[in-house]
């Protein structure tokens, strides 16, 4: 397929936006990512914190004492940024898990010592987790606290944000695509004029000069080149 010379421009050029634009849309996505997940990580640190400082224990045994925290509200609904909780012994037996669990629970890795982040699904809920060991004065593990906090409007946010960035990506380089092909259109214009003055050159009108362009550029410089070339022909067809 042959393009014409501003068509190539044009092409080139919204080639190489569409590179920078790319990664520009791939650096704000990830950073926004980023972002959320630290932000709902943070919030469940905080709750991991407060939890395990109502804790104790004897030998292996967790004691859970009843404190006003697990009766706040977000334990127990699951409605608007709701807070879930699960406790499990060394034995894997379930001891405590918040109202809002209903008959769900989470899995957990019986085998975790330092703590991790992860993504579920609950009752068709986003959840992001958090699992912690629970130690005694020893430094023994004696039980897993899961913590876990809805993500919704976390992923809509991103899901939004992803499909507005893969809308307007081609949309923008259609309109940049047009917009360059037009500015080449207009910067190659005197080479248009040109190529029409240098096509009506012959034999009979060879004292015929090309026009000179407004902005002394390269295509002046072409046309003045090619001036002095007709300038030359001219004098040794008359000297002949």
């Not at 791939?26 to 997940?37: E, G, P, Q, R, T």
Request: aromatic share 10%; glycine share 4%; hydrophobic share 40%.
């Amino acid at each position: 397929m042959k393009l014409s010379f501003k068509k190539r421009i044009a092409l080139f050029n919204t080639l190489a936006v569409a590179t920078t634009t790319a990664i520009v849309f791939i650096i704000i996505y990830l950073v926004v990512h980023a972002s959320s997940y630290r932000h709902l990580d943070g919030d469940i640190l905080l709750e991991k914190e407060e939890i395990l400082n109502t804790l104790d224990w004897k030998a292996d045994s967790i004691i859970i004492n009843k404190m006003p925290e697990w009766e706040e509200a977000e334990h127990k609904k699951v409605e608007v940024n709701p807070t879930f909780i699960q406790i499990v012994d060394n034995k894997d037996k379930m001891i405590f898990k918040s109202a809002n669990l209903q008959s769900n629970h989470f899995l957990f890795n019986p085998g975790n010592e330092k703590g991790y982040f992860y993504n579920t699904q609950i009752d068709k809920q986003r959840l992001r987790l958090g699992q912690f060991p629970i130690k005694n004065d020893d430094g023994k593990i004696i039980g897993q606290l899961t913590v876990g906090v809805s993500q919704q409007e976390s992923y809509y946010v991103l899901n939004n944000l992803l499909i507005t960035l893969c809308i307007s990506f081609p949309i923008l380089l259609l309109v940049l695509y047009w917009v360059i092909y037009f500015a080449a259109s207009k910067a190659i214009a005197p080479v248009n004029q040109l190529i029409r003055a240098a096509s009506g050159i012959n034999d009979s009108n060879i004292d015929t000069r090309l026009p000179l362009p407004e902005n002394e550029d390269e295509i002046y410089q072409l046309a003045s080149t090619i001036n002095e070339l007709l300038s030359r022909i001219d004098s040794s067809i008359q000297q002949q």
